[in-house]
DNA sequence: TCAAAAGTGTTATCCTTACACCCATGT
DNA sequence: ACATGGGTGTAAGGATAACACTTTTGA
């Protein structure tokens, strides 16, 4: 259109302040503690660790470390990005970019000054536990007031477009639950208005569900790391990084059970485990539960150097 | 550790301006014309489209898509997010966060004024396309060169560390490439400076490397994009993006095959596409090659809405 | 004593991989 | 005629899902 945007305009229009933006750096750090997953937030339990990202922080992912290493006393090891997105400031002069990031480690001895605590992330979406069979909530609460959500639309498009969001998302008879669309569901509940934070400043609306709310979007940030996480574990090996040094497979599966919120197979858990190569004795037993002695495993760390592998899903031909 | 820290820092310290950044929004939008994966570009190709962003921007997709359509007068379809990064700025007292998405397109009638151009990718990764076996320059120049840096290391760590990482992620022997390693390949020839980036503005280095550079880090900003087209094509249907309404499966292969840098296998490969319901015919038939007239197909468009769908790794147990 | 947990097998089924082959058509 | 591409069939192997069952031990 304008033949002045042969370069790229970032360099030009630099120095014009009239895009001033600030950036945050919010943090999801999961931890699994006898058998429920955790997160460390701070405050009344309503905030996730975050803080601005600033001149002296050498990158985006240091930067997020000493603010969650400030706030909360806990150091973190394996992080990866999570999404970034932009809202509008309050102000409404300036534009806020947070950048999230999803943390796993280990529930530690931390430093007990820091004002921080573990709460179970399920308190924040009760629905999504599914290890007890199917919540009652979801079938006693949440289910009918998405239907009538979905029905008061006046349009035929968007009421037929609504129950078909809501069946793919919710869908249940037990089988056919997806425990990965956990950011769909809380974004559909959140325009139907059925969570506290869509509501908020706002007139009325729904009385919201059962769930603990948090400030500003740092729910849904949370889902987008839930939801993350519980696609990663199929395909990559990061329960580990959730795990003590010797666990023995059942803590393991208990853990997976934890994260994906739903019950897996002994026998075949086991097998998949350990075709895999993904772990090995360590030569000892423990026997913490009742039942027979355990034999304990660590995590072969040498699988991270040799299997940063992907699937191969194209059929390839032979040159 | 402070106690100070109880809320999140980020509201307290909005106004101090301390912490001034400024984001940029870069795309790599591709497109496959004639069997040929193709990145839209700007200037002389030294460089993918990109602008800050502005308080006019109602998000940050919406930002982008204004900009590309700016400098390209190309209109942008699919959109995903594909990292977001932080870089001193030159002059050292603010910080540039880079915002980068990757789009999906068609390469079609497009505004002609406009300064863009579409380049093949392999221009810019000549040794990502394994479609006719394997590349000269990866045995004659890519993997000697990569060979003596990982030597020249004088700790024996760092030299086996080295040479792990080159033979992981260049190790041939046909079967045995892994297609979406396009950023470990591109990051590792980046550290042996054998690429122009890695030298620019420093002095002497290896000479570099064939492949065309790009100004600033956009080259790696397209090696992530294409590797994360290369992984999502196996689990999404978003190839689809990329084909006119109708198609024959051949094209559809050729597409695949131009994205994946390596050919699939025919029988199997229609086998696949069919099995998954993921195309329907249209009834007609074209002969624009030799051969027998090929059927074309469309995508079935609700498949998206259906099988939004991840799989299972799980072994669930019922419960 | 009994229930929880550690283990070991075994089977059917599906998906992937790898072959081999025939037919239609344009050059 | 022949090479290129369209289309069909099928057999072997491995991974997954779904069974059933024994043994050990703490409460």
Redesign the interface.
Known sequence: ???K??????QA??NN????????LIAVVIAVTDGEPRVLT??EAQ?????????GHR??QSGLRA?V???T?HPLGYIE?L????DR?RTG?????S?SYLGLTREEQA?R???HSWRGWYDYFPWED?RA??PSILRDILVPRLSAWADEAEDLGVRRDRR?RVA?AFDLD??DW?E?LVLQRYELLYEATLVAEATRGRDGGSPSVPGRPM?ADHRRILATGIARLR?K???RPVVFELMPPAFTLLQLQRT?EAL?G?????Q??RR?IEQQDLVEETGETVSETRGPPAKRFRFRQTVL??R????????????
């Not at 945007?5 to 970032?10: A, V």
């Not at 009239?18 to 950036?23: E, G, K, Q």
């Not at 905030?47 to 001149?55: I, K, T, V, Y």
């Not at 999404?83 to 932009?86: G, M, N, R, V």
């Open positions: 259109m304008q033949d945007t042969i370069q790229p305009t970032s229009q630099r302040q009239s895009h001033a933006v600030s950036a945050d701070i405050g905030a996730l660790p975050s803080g601005p990202f600033e001149l990158s985006l603010w290493e400030r706030q006393g990005q999404y970034t997105f932009a400031d002069d300036e534009r806020v970019i950048i430093d000054s820091a004002a599914h069979g199917v078909q793919y037990d089988r997806n990965e400030i696609t574990i199929k395909y997976v994906a739903r019950l897996v197979h002994k075949n858990f998949l150097a040799e940063t592998v992907a699937g191969t899903k194209l059929p390839l031909s032979r040159a």
